[in-house]
Structure formats: C-alpha cells, structure tokens
C-alpha cells in the first residue's frame, strides 16, 4: 500500500492494461458490472432513489471509460 501510494502510475499502469485486456475479451464487461444491483448496504430509507441513481452513474461512466477519443 505504502508503494502504492509513494508512486501510482505502475499500479495505474497494470489497471489500464487489465482493462483493455477485459474489454478484448469481454467488450460488456463494464455494462455488465454497472447493471449489478446495488448492495442493501447502499440504500438509503430516506433517499428511495439512490439505487437508481447509483446505477445511472454506473452506466454513464462506462460509456466515458469506453470512449477513446
């Protein structure tokens, strides 16, 4: 953690390369991930909608993380 912290970019570095890995292999892993249902633990008794919420900003980031240009 320590390494992590001192210095990101190797460990940003392996992400990246294991997300492209991921989406050669499985182009619907990011929609796939982001149409999980929320855990219990997420919601909230007095905001009904952070569920919903929670998943539209699932879905909008995968299209950002998918788009290249």
């Known amino acids: 953690m320590r390494r992590v912290l001192n210095d990101p970019a190797p460990q940003a570095r392996r992400l ?3 997300l492209k890995i991921a989406l050669v292999r499985y182009p619907r892993v990011l929609t ?3 149409l999980f249902t929320p855990r219990r633990y997420a919601a909230d008794p007095a905001d009904a909608r952070l ?11 995968t299209m ?3 788009d290249s240009s």
Do not use: E, M, P, Y
């Open 32 to 34: 796939h991930r982001a």
């Open 64 to 66: 950002g993380i998918r």
């Open 51 to 61: 569920s919903f919420d929670i998943l539209a900003v699932a879905l909008a980031a």
């Open 16 to 18: 990246a390369r294991a």
